[in-house]
């Protein structure tokens, strides 16, 4: 079955950087792009940008540009979001998430991850 | 950015009852408009896109419509399982933004 499995919790001092993985099983990535959608405690959800996993091509929120990589590897079928420079608000549940369906928008997410827990703390 | 702006943020309702969530779009955003539910402690999921499209799998008490910028999300008879916090979404431009959550309560 379709599937995005990601990487653990992660905690991380003020000014580092973080990187989460999040595999993906059960179709074919290369066709298909990922984004990635953060939620900070107790709030909503909020889209950090998406890249295409054909291409390399990105897509960002204007508040993450520059602080944010995002790659992927068609050979494991992996995504991967790097987050530099972490400050404490920017603790949250990172999901990636992807559109499989197509007779909706790419950005539309009917294919979630788990989440996982990245926590900046000194 | 275009701002979703969804009411109420919260609403208390029993099982059986008729339930409806709205989402205002600050522009036009024809009808790309989609709809998840978020339980506690999980990813979100998918319900309803392109404004009315119910996705396979999800029960036929959702429902989805439009009226003009707004959105409206209702649940004809509100199951257990329904408790949850709404979110619309919306993909007619980039960056694809959301509301700011509707939760539904056990009243």
């Known amino acids: 079955q379709v599937q995005l499995v990601q990487s653990g919790t992660e905690v991380k001092k003020p000014g580092a950087s973080v990187k989460v993985s999040c595999r993906a099983s059960?179709?074919?990535?290369?066709?298909?792009?990922m984004s990635w959608v953060r939620q900070a405690p107790g709030q909503g959800l909020e889209w950090m940008g998406w890249?295409?996993?054909?291409?390399?091509?990105?897509q960002f929120a204007q508040k993450f540009q520059g602080r944010v990589t995002m790659t992927t590897d068609t050979s494991t079928s992996t995504a991967y979001m790097e987050l530099r420079s972490l400050r404490s608000d920017d603790t949250a549940v990172y999901y990636c998430a992807t559109g499989l369906s197509a007779s909706a928008h790419f950005l539309c997410l009917d294919t979630w991850g788990q989440g996982t827990l990245v926590t900046a703390t000194s | 950015d275009v701002q979703m702006t969804q009411s109420p943020p919260s609403l208390s309702a029993s099982v059986g009852d008729r339930v409806t969530i709205t989402c205002r779009a600050s522009?036009?955003?024809?009808?790309?408009l989609n709809w998840y539910q978020q339980k506690p402690g999980k990813a979100p999921k998918l319900l309803i896109y392109t404004t009315s499209t119910l996705r396979g799998g999800v029960p036929s008490r959702f429902s989805g419509g439009e009226s003009g910028t707004d959105f409206t999300l209702t649940i004809s008879s509100l199951q257990p399982e329904d408790f949850a916090t709404y979110y619309c979404?919306?993909?007619?431009?980039?960056?694809?933004?959301f509301g700011q959550g509707t939760k539904v309560e056990v009243k």
């Open positions: 979404q919306q993909t007619y431009t980039s960056p694809p933004t």
């Open positions: 522009q036009f955003i024809m009808n790309y």
């Open positions: 890249i295409s996993a054909s291409n390399g091509d990105t």
């Open positions: 059960g179709y074919t990535f290369r066709n298909y792009g």
